[in-house]
Nanobody, 128 residues
């Protein structure tokens, strides 16, 4: 069993940066696809960053590309999300997630139902 725990959420101003962390306990996840999603009030949960199981590819949607960076510390079983130049529309609860399997298609990696493991979420609030 994998337990994911996020930290680092905060209230910041537009233009600020923030780094989120997600620590996995129970099992190594370095060969899992690992992702960050976010969910704003009244909206569906959406993918903001993912790294494939083999660490060969990362994907970011246009809304965060160039501002958000996913990184991993495999020995520490931790993934990070560095967020720069934050905007009010980035306000959401941010979740880390992990899935087994080698399907690295974007349709699979973007699908919340394809992830077996989720953290509890951490709130990020960006004020203008």
């Amino acid at each position: 069993q994998v337990q994911l725990t996020e930290s680092g959420g905060s209230s910041v101003h537009a233009g600020d940066g923030l780094r989120l962390s997600c620590v996995a306990n129970g099992r190594l996840i370095d060969r899992f696809a690992r992702a960050w999603f976010r969910q704003a009030p009244g909206k569906e949960r959406e993918l903001v960053a993912v790294v494939t199981w083999d660490n060969r590819q990362k994907y970011y949607p246009d809304s965060v590309k160039g501002r958000f960076t996913l990184s991993t510390n495999n020995p520490a079983n931790t993934i990070y999300l560095q967020m720069n130049n934050l905007k009010p529309e980035d306000t959401a609860v941010y979740y880390c997630a992990a899935r087994q399997g080698r399907d690295s298609s974007l349709s699979t990696l973007s699908d919340t139902t394809r992830y077996e493991h989720w953290g509890q979420g951490t709130q990020v609030t960006v004020s203008s």
